[in-house]
């Protein structure tokens, strides 16, 4: 039994405005979810966020500290973050390709980056450790390898997460708790659609799409997930993991993805750089200096109704620490407008019209 | 004619409760101005502070950047930061002691610290920037120097201060800004008493006692303030410049200072000190690491009407910046509450009943 429902309120061409329905709370997609690792957006509230729908949290990050037993005495990670929408955790699986490591077939040693020592972590124990923190959506173990590894390994990065999908389903014990598969395969379409089969065969609650935003072209990845999409079944979420820049993402949300994470938003605004209509701006530029406009004239951002360019520009050209919360803020918010923006467009039948916005880089 | 009115609410002992009015706006004394140097409070949104009735910021920092004729060109340094309550503005003397510098008669070589280039400030400067900055109240620029310098050194230091106060006053040319003059003189009551002739010579709308909370004891800067304090005018603001440690504060009060900057409180909350009634813990001890409670039951600031000890030690054991905000603002709240109980205190004739909490360091 699932705890997730997802409704298709409106499709358009292959884009669908979704209603994704667990534990008495609502995704509305296409949604993009903030990057919360260690339960906190990078020096920023998500008290802030009042139009997200849901946050990512780390398996990774939370069992070395503090650890899922202390979350979980606490009431779990909403309770211990105090944030009652939905929260996805992802499995770690993401850190077994980004910290060095080494994978056998039971899981793999990580390094811990905190203290330099080593530990395992198993499928097994990465479902149990998603079990205790108590998110809303869990995601298996998978092997997520470089975009440019030859076929074979990425053959071997499928039959492992094959089999890694297996324990980590036979452990999964939280009815509360959906599971996601994760589909991997690099830009092969026969490995996408051989992982694609193995995934749904173990049958979750949605499907990822991993492996894509590491290298890859726009088009090469939108002609991936255009193939991939339509080998996975319309009633479960859609999921493309570590995608955050606006063009990519309506190109996907056109290829019918649900969901998006990423720490772009808020990494581009600590450089400065900030969201403004379908392009971005870089604040910290001479022009702004005496500019008493607010970023973007419509923003509802804590930022927009507070602050000019000119005073966020002087605040980043001095480092001061405040303007990473005023300018995270501000990228979040507006890419959670856009998003609404596209899912609206895509109720009105629009969808073809809101996307030119982004068509070029 | 002075923009400022001070009127005496209560007395108690040398306490006293006060209200500062100026530009139609007040200040509730004893006062807490938390830091904004740079027109921002470090890591923290000064809307956040609700009790808040005044803020300081930096002259050498702003006139640097962006550089005043910006500000002025922005509406002032209200509109600039988004604060329509007070803001004083320091006049750059703390920094001619904490930044290498050559004191001549004229004014001060500063050294840039943003570009390491030389410049020089003078008394007549530093007024013409705050004048264009357009806080509510300015400071003459001041000859700060160690508190243990020869005497001779302290009398010269007294004299200049005398000079370039005479120059400030004959620069300042905004009738909707306060000016106030600078005491020094070290531990030398002979010279604190010279010191005050001087600037009272001088008429000015409120006097600050310079040139301690830099290394005497607490005993030494009490009784140096008892002794001046006594010299001053009763109807005008007398503010202690620096000091921002409780339990100093409140040996300040009892001798009848008004008001009070630091940067102290953010700085010890950004290393994890945490004030907590009348004392401090420090949150990053492991006995927090489960602890479900906020840092103070009573507190109404936005970190603890919203987070746990756990998740709070949970941040800054990370180094996760969203932590500083959290840190920074419950301190600062509670210095406002605890000098707003002080002000109660005075006002029901109990202030040597309050003190008793802060008499032990």
Known sequence: MSNLNLNIIKKDGNARATEIILNNKIIKTPSFMPVATRG?????????????????ANTYHLHLRPGSDIIKELGGIHKF??????????????????????????GVIFKNV???SSFEMTPEMSIETQNKLGSDIAMIFDCLIDINDPEEKQLAAINLTRAWGLKSKEKHANRKQSLFG????????????????????????????????????????KDIVNFTTKLLPENKPRYVMG??????IVDLIEEGIDIFDCVWPARLARHGKLVDGNDYINIKNKRYENDPNPI??????????????????????????????????????????????????????????????????
């Not at 906190?40 to 990512?56: C, G, Y």
């Not at 507070?306 to 620490?321: D, G, M, P, Q, V």
């Open 81 to 106: 973050m105090n944030w009652d929408k939905v929260i996805l955790t992802d499995s770690g699986g993401f850190q077994a390709w980004s910290i060095p490591t080494k994978i056998n077939d039971d």
């Open 243 to 248: 995608l955050g820049d606006l063009h990519g």
């Open 182 to 221: 994760i589909l991997q395969g690099g830009l092969h379409k026969d490995l996408r659609e051989l992982s694609a089969k193995y995934m749904i065969e173990q049958n979750y609650d949605g499907y990822a799409i991993g492996g894509l935003a590491i290298g890859e072209t726009r088009s090469e990845r």
């Open 114 to 116: 905190y203290d330099g």
């Open 40 to 56: 906190a957006i990078k020096s920023t509230p998500h008290m802030f966020l009042n139009n997200t729908d849901v946050l990512l």
């Open 296 to 361: 973007s004239k419509d923003c509802p951002c804590f930022t927009c109704k507070n602050f000019s360019k000119a005073y966020l520009r002087h605040l980043i050209h001095n480092e001061n620490t405040s303007s990473w919360l005023y300018l995270t803020v501000h990228n979040l918010i507006q890419t959670e407008i856009i998003l609404d923006e596209a899912r609206r467009s895509i109720l009105e039948s629009s969808f073809n019209q809101f996307k030119k916005r982004y068509q070029d880089e």
